[in-house]
T-cell receptor
Framework: SQQGEEDPQALSIQEGENATMNCSYKTSINNLQWYRQNSGRGLVHLILIRSNEREKHSGRLRVTLDTSKKSSSLLITASRAADTASYFCATGSSGGFKTIFGAGTRLFVKA | SAVISQKPSRDICQRGTSLTIQCQVDSQVTMMFWYRQQPGQSLTLIATANQGSEATYESGFVIDKFPISRPNLTFSTLTVSNMSPEDSSIYLC???????????FGQGTRLTVV
């Protein structure tokens, strides 16, 4: 079963613009991870944020987590055509070891 | 971190046949999982591969269709049995690093059933 919902389902922006993707989840979590997947290829782990963290940065990526609202956002700044991919949030549940994925956002960055 | 190798990376199979996918991890791990990603969809957890006991399946998945072995802490197999075109998906092996509470994924096996 899928834990979360992501929005938007698809996002199309111009190169250089920022892209924001949101993820909501239902149960208590230990951590939340964001992954990228280029068309038909493997998952690339982008960033992990733990339940006691509120914000995390990695290069052009900024992730926020609001456990009171059970939501997270991924911001990609100064997007590039190479950022075109599907982005998934995935949650690790409290007291468990399963990682459950959201539906994903398809990002298109136009050159 | 853990390095996960999956074999085969892709295959085209006839309907009615079975395919066994192997997952090898470079270190001993407690938790191993199998996921399916249908075309254009997200990843769905199939089952937890338990070492020394039967796998634990998620709702909608059954052992007869997806038998799983886990003979030791570094290896697991997933068999897709009696395949139909609807089984065409990417199947991914995953391990969970309990110390860092982080999941790692193999590159996946792309299965096409014709």
């Amino acid at each position: 079963s899928q834990q979360g919902e992501e929005d938007p389902q698809a996002l199309s922006i111009q190169e250089g613009e920022n892209a924001t993707m949101n993820c909501s989840y239902k149960t208590s979590i230990n951590n939340l991870q964001w992954y990228r997947q280029n068309s038909g290829r493997g998952l690339v782990h982008l960033i992990l944020i733990r339940s006691n963290e509120r914000e995390k940065h990695s290069g052009r990526l900024r992730v926020t987590l609001d456990t009171s609202k059970k939501s997270s956002s991924l911001l990609i700044t100064a997007s590039r055509a190479a950022d075109t991919a599907s982005y998934f949030c995935a949650t690790g549940s409290s007291g468990g070891f399963k990682t459950i994925f959201g539906a994903g956002t398809r990002l298109f960055v136009k050159a | 971190s853990a390095v996960i190798s999956q074999k085969p990376s892709r295959d085209i199979c006839q309907r009615g046949t079975s395919l066994t996918i192997q997952c090898q991890v470079d270190s001993q791990v407690t938790m191993m999982f199998w996921y399916r990603q249908q075309p254009g969809q997200s990843l769905t957890l199939i089952a937890t591969a338990n070492q020394g006991s039967e796998a634990t399946y998620e709702s909608g998945f059954v052992i007869d269709k997806f038998p799983i072995s886990r003979p030791n802490l570094t290896f697991s197999t997933l068999t897709v049995s009696n395949m139909s075109p609807e089984d065409s998906s990417i199947y991914l092996c995953s391990v969970f690093d309990v110390m860092n509470t982080e999941a790692f994924f193999g590159q996946g096996t792309r299965l096409t059933v014709v």
